[in-house]
């Protein structure tokens, strides 16, 4: 399996595509391609609409998936703070790819039986291998999705992320095939031959103890250890050092929730990252979600070191040195240099990504929507490890 990526900077898409196309044809050769993934800028506006279109004609591949970024990522220079496009693109001899856009109203009910999920992707003799999972943040539901696959695909891994870059209700753009969706979710299946394995780093460090909800409604975090949600957190914030509270000065509020929720143990665990919305008058926090009584949480701080060392410790124990490529999904929100990470544990294996609204991968055995994390999507062939 060969695989390559490039880039183009510019508001001119067709240019960019000419341009990525030219690179792509000196790394690869010309002939169709097995599979395109492509990122490209919000910015682009009504333009994306023809963005698979013309990648189709200039680079003929047989399966195309991608969506927009606000930041788009290329493993041989960083992250791209500018309009423009990056493309991950190769050849996979006898794998199978599979990519199919779902639309909102295609979702089953949360009570349908998992065939209903399995009815969503096409037939297969053989098993797959991973999943690429692409979502738009204003129309669908992520978390209702990928629950739906783990239900249906519980030893599947899934990795992806949500798209960014436009705050217009219809202003990101997915892509399958050659098609672009304004709303919705695209999903990449992958097997025969060719596996993804996910690779998730965390941005935050954990500061404080512990504390199990007591109290809840809604999305209102109220009681923690029955203390009022606000008198917790100022508690753990006094407790810490003056060059602590410094740290933590300059961090939003962040909340790990327990990633389990039937954990029972004091053990140390896997927690999932969540943004304080609001603080009500009340001394109740609002999150994004709706925190349930019984789960521990922990107030986190964004850390760049410690999300720079997470990265680099997980890379070096995935040892994707004989990946044939791979997909970065990158938190907006974080500042670590995932690219150059990937690159010194790698050698230099073919990387493409974008900064997203939210990033999915694994955590404590499920599929979740996680803040804060580079996620990436090592693609290897079968047995290459």
């Known amino acids: 399996m060969t695989f390559a990526q490039a880039h183009a900077i510019g508001g001119d898409l067709d240019a960019a595509v000419r341009l990525v196309a030219t690179q792509l044809h000196k790394r690869l050769g010309k002939g169709p391609l097995d599979l395109v993934v ?8 009504e333009t994306l609409d023809d963005l698979p279109e013309r990648l189709h004609e200039a680079l003929g591949p047989c399966t195309l998936v991608g ?12 992250a791209i703070d500018a309009p423009g496009l990056v493309v991950l693109a190769g050849r996979a001899p006898g794998a199978r790819l599979d990519a199919v856009a779902i639309a909102p109203d295609e979702l089953p009910d949360p009570d349908a039986p998992p065939s209903a999920w399995r009815a969503l992707l096409p037939a297969r003799d053989s098993g797959c291998a991973g999943m690429l999972v692409l979502g738009e943040p204003n ?46 979710a695209v999903v990449l299946a992958v097997g025969d031959g060719l596996a993804i394995e996910p690779v998730v780093a965390t941005g935050c460090r954990a500061f404080g103890r512990a504390g199990r909800i007591t109290q809840s409604e809604g999305n209102r975090l109220i009681r923690v250890d029955a203390t009022l949600a606000t008198d917790f957190v100022r508690d753990q914030i006094q407790g810490l050092s003056e060059d602590e509270r410094a740290v933590v000065a300059t961090s939003p509020l962040l ?6 929720p039937f954990a029972t143990s004091n053990d140390e665990p896997d927690w999932l990252v969540r943004t304080v919305m609001a603080v009500d008058g009340r001394g109740h926090i609002v999150l994004g979600e709706h925190p349930q009584v019984g789960r521990r949480i922990r107030l986190l701080v964004r850390d760049t070191t410690a999300g720079a060392d997470d990265a680099h410790g997980r890379l070096l124990q995935a040892k994707p040195a004989g990946a044939a ?13 995932d690219c150059v990470a990937f690159s010194a544990a790698s050698g230099g294996v073919p990387l493409a990504g974008f900064g997203c609204n939210a990033e999915i991968g694994p955590l404590a055995g499920r599929t979740e929507l996680q803040a804060l994390t ?9 047995g290459s490890r």
């Open 38 to 45: 492509a990122f490209a800028s919000a910015q682009h506006g």
């Open 67 to 78: 969506c927009t970024g606000a930041r788009l990522l290329d493993g041989a220079v960083g």
């Open 139 to 184: 129309h669908a539901d992520p978390r209702r999705l990928i629950a739906g696959l783990d239900f249906a695909f519980p030893s599947v891994p899934k990795v992806g992320g949500i798209a960014s870059g436009s705050r217009r209700p219809h202003g990101h753009a997915l892509f399958c095939g050659r098609r672009a969706h304004r709303s919705g």
């Open 255 to 260: 909340i790990g929730v327990d990633a389990d």
């Open 325 to 337: 490529a791979a997909l970065l999904f990158q938190c907006l929100g974080r500042e670590s240099d």
């Open 374 to 382: 580079a996620a990436f999507a090592v693609l290897r062939t079968t």
